[in-house]
Structure formats: C-alpha cells, structure tokens
T-cell receptor
C-alpha cells in the first residue's frame, strides 16, 4: 500500500525558533498533500491543502505566515512553524493523495509531536 | 455545509463483546465515507471505506460498516472485540469535487476491558 513518512517523529524547541516538518510519499506521487493538527483528545483539524508546484490553500483561521507550506515535488511537502510558541505545541499529521487509481483516498503519515518550551 | 457527528465520545466494552460506533453525516451532495483508527501517538490507519456499490463494507481487523443513505449514517461494527482494538476511531467524509478534503468526526475512544 501507499506509504507516507514524516520527519521528525518528535521535536522539542525553544519559544521563538522555527521548526520544519517533512512529509514524504515513499512509493507514489502525491499530487495533493494535506496538513492537519491534532490537540490531545481531539479530532484532526485541517490546516492547509497543498498541490505540487502551487501555493497552499489555508483553512480559515490558519495563519499562512506562521505555518509555511512548501510542496516542491510530487513526493515532498514541508511545514515550517515559524517563531513557535507554546500554544503551537501539538501533533501535526500530514496526508497525501495521488488522485490516481486510489481516487481521492488520503494516506496518512505517522505524525510529528511538536513541543515548544 | 457538510458535517460529521460521532454520537459517542467514549465506548467502554468488555473483551469478546460486540461493539457499534455510530457516525452520522450531513451533506447536500454525494460523499465518500471512511473509518480510520488511531493508536496513541500514531497517525491514522484506514479501516474501511465506502465509495459506491454494496452498502455493507468489510474492512481490516474484522470491522465492517453499513452505509445507510436515508439515515445518513455509516456505523462501524465488530462482532467480537479484542483488547488490541482499544484506540481512537474517526469517521470521515470526503466531498466530491472539493479537492479531496476530508471532514472528520470528533472521534470515539473505544476502550476494551478484560
């Protein structure tokens, strides 16, 4: 099946620093990647949708200047949390879709736990 | 607007008992329906999906779900649960022609006790 990886799996950083999270589709070309955040005991909230080679589409209430998304290739998307603060601590999950034989099914990465001190 | 409601936030059940996790959705257009499982500190794993065809869908780990269009429901069932089924379960809908966006329910925590 389609495999999506995320790196790092966890990261701890100081307040005010920036953190980059990578999302890779390992065995398929992802025309679309999605970024979610999940707070403890809560559901996944879509942050943005990115298509390869174009600007990401952010959901209402998500600061595009704070959460920078780059989808430079069909196998890699990155999320950079700029000037991170403790309230940005969360579980970030990416997913990828190839819009091919799997239709619109999304394949999820294992998630990245971000802790901002 | 589309929405997904999982009617139970927590479902405690004894091992080998049957379980049903309820999911209702609201949409004015056709949807695809999914159930995902999430183990602690992990991503989501697809249990099963309904795209079209038979309304009874069988998935992994012995789970199945039935799509009921008139009741806009997609309840998840398992006839006999195991301790290892303890996890968070999410129902989700994918709306046609909206760029593949998934809308998730609030999640149901299934707790299987010995």
């Amino acid at each position: 099946g389609a495999v999506v990886s995320q790196h790092p799996s966890w990261v701890i950083c100081k307040s005010g620093t920036s953190v980059k999270i990578e999302c890779r589709s390992l065995d398929f070309q992802a025309t679309t990647m999605f970024w979610y955040r999940q707070f403890p005991k809560q559901s996944l909230m879509l942050m943005a949708t990115s298509n390869e080679g174009s600007k990401a589409t952010y959901e209402q209430g998500v600061e595009k200047d704070k959460f920078l998304i780059n989808h430079a290739s069909l196998t890699l998307s990155t999320l950079t949390v700029t000037s991170a603060h403790p309230e940005d601590s969360s579980f970030y999950i990416c997913s990828a879709s190839d819009a091919g034989e799997n239709g619109n099914e999304q394949f999820f990465g294992p998630g990245t736990r971000l802790t901002v001190l | 607007a589309q929405s997904v409601t999982q009617l139970d936030s927590q479902v405690p059940v004894f091992e080998e008992a049957p379980v049903e996790l309820r999911c209702n959705y609201s949409s004015s257009v056709s949807v695809y329906l999914f159930w995902y499982v999430q183990y602690p500190n992990q991503g989501l794993q697809l249990l099963l999906k309904y795209l079209s065809g038979s309304t009874l869908v069988k998935g992994i780990n012995g789970f199945e779900a039935e799509f009921n269009k008139s009741q806009t429901s997609f309840h998840l069932r398992k006839p006999s649960v195991h301790i290892s089924d303890t996890a968070e379960y999410f129902c989700a809908v994918l709306i046609y022609n909206q760029g593949g966006k998934l809308i998730f329910g609030q999640g149901t925590e299934l707790s299987v006790k010995p």
